[in-house]
């Protein structure tokens, strides 16, 4: 497991991580990613939009920034991080605050259209768990979006990567966007061009919603799929599961099959 | 925090509703009170107009 995946180390690092964070974040994830990020939802005048692990607001900036964006819910877990977000918005106004776990929201089923959350994920300590929380508190038919860190193709880099936090790539995202019970799952990787998949921005949809059923029959030639997506939540294992021990295969494991995993 | 947020706040342990308390009001703002939740009776604290929904094994000043 990475030094990083334990939810009160985390908060430690961040305590003294977010003097320096906006300066040295923009080398890993810039403006320009974050337009290109944004630029992959479907934003409508009026959706309810939530920025998990906003930390010091630089992704709520560029939600803001979007034409059909008035305000945004952001949640974080660190207060030194949101200092700096509060310093930028203010504690009140377009940004609605509150401090939480992005495994355990505070918040009503589907009570968003959009869900954002970028640089947060190689924190959860259980990512599927998140995503199903995040499954829970998005409206069905609703968006969401997660960028995170794209698992370093060298092996030096892999190795600092597996001590350091949870990385994934595209293959590792399909699994836990879909263990999530989540839909249309996209990726793009992402980065500047000296290091242009440093990132990987995955979207996906929550099962359900009117656009859903009006595409369903163009969309989904294969009965089979179609019948394995109607029963999406028996697919689904229950949260007793040892989850957690995900990231910590990997950190192990030189490759991205997970023996324990393969239960169905 | 504005009251409109009591629409989709809910506990984050048992997702049940909250009963809010205001201390103190700033216009249409609520600056600081308590978030009570009707199930479990967890109080989550409004701090400076920021609601703090950390479930209680994550708050600061419980050691990790």
Redesign the interface.
Known sequence: MGILEN??RA?LFYKYLSQVYDKINPFIWNEEMRTEAIGMLDIQADDRILDVGCGTGFATEGLLGHENVDEVWG?D?S?HQ?EKA?AKFG??GPV??????AE??????D??DIIWSSGSIEYWPNPVRALREFRRVVKPGGQILVVGPNYPKTTIMQKVADAIMLFYDEAEADRMFNEAGLEDVRHRLMGPSYDPDVAITTVARVPGGEDEVASTPAEEPEPDMAGDRGAGSDNVEPDEEPEPDMAGDRGAGSDNVEPDEATD | MKESMMDILCCPMDKADLELEVDHEDEDEIVSGTLTCTECGEAYPIEEGVPNMLPPDMRDDVPA
Do not use: E, I, V, Y
Request: overall charge positive.
């Open positions: 939810k009160a908060r949640l877990q207060p949101l509060f504690r009140t609605h605050f509150n401090m939480g776990d355990r929201l505070p918040f009503a089923t009570s968003f």
